[in-house]
């Protein structure tokens, strides 16, 4: 008898699940994206994984994420997956990127950025992936994830 630990979840009927999310992101994940106080939704953290030696995933219940929070969550887990799920079916899977720039999503982390001042959204370049960083193309101002203030 295998005596392997198993990780039930329970299925979704619909909604949003984040898979292969980078070990340790889901909390932020979640504090990022800012659903509905009373959304139902799971949280796996430091699961086994084939892919990584550990991973998170999210599972959102009848909430699928548009493409700004989507954008969001691969600025935090670029190698995540998302699967919008309707009817117990998979309707859509798609692999997170990094884009190359970016409009918005983030805040510059210079006070003194003309962004600020002009109120118009920060463009940025990508320039790390592990862990994610990126340079604000206004100030030239190179800030890593951890201190991603997101819109
Ligand atoms: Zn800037």
Sequence with gaps: MSRQPTYKVSALTQGTVLDHLRARSALRALRVLRLPPDTTIMVGVN???????????????????????????????????????REYDVVQK???TLPVTFRGLIRCVNPSCIVHEERVPGLF???????????????????????????
């Design 94 to 96: 798609t692999e997170l």
């Design 47 to 85: 699961l086994p994984s084939k892919r990584h030696e550990r991973k998170d995933l999210i599972k959102i219940e009848g909430y699928e994420l548009t493409q700004e929070e989507a954008a969001k969550v691969a600025l935090i887990s670029p190698d995540a997956t998302l699967s919008i799920i």
């Design 125 to 151: 370049r990508v320039e790390g992936n592990d862990p994610v960083s990126v340079r604000c193309e206004y100030c030239e101002t190179s800030f890593a994830e951890e201190f991603f203030e997101f819109l």
